[in-house]
């Protein structure tokens, strides 16, 4: 197994790229127009390539501020070190009741670096 020598090459070995926090707003946003209002069922979200968290974060924030209930937010990255990030992220800003799941799957295949 290679392994990478620097942050930067990992990065682009990897294909990383973090969401700015005003893109993750944005497209927050965005989304909250797409779901048809009232709701009267938690809602379940789903980030297959969250990162550090910053788009679940910013669509958490926004559901929470507009009474939308959220049953289950799952967010899913090939690096395990980010995700420890957006969980340690995560867990303090979710409202009790919500299940939060983060998982490391990698869909790129079992030949690149780590």
Known sequence: MKVCCDETTRKKVM????TPA???????EKMMQQIEQPVHVPLRVLDPACGDGVLLEALLKRMEQAGIPCA???GVDAEGMVLEQAA???EGLHPTGIRLVVSQVCFCGPNLPT
């Not at 005003?22 to 927050?28: E, K, M, Q, Y």
Request: hydrophobic share 60%.
């Open 72 to 74: 289950e937010a799952c």
């Open 15 to 18: 294909g990383a790229h973090y």
């Open 22 to 28: 005003w893109l993750a707003d944005l497209v927050a």
């Open 88 to 90: 340690a992220k995560l």
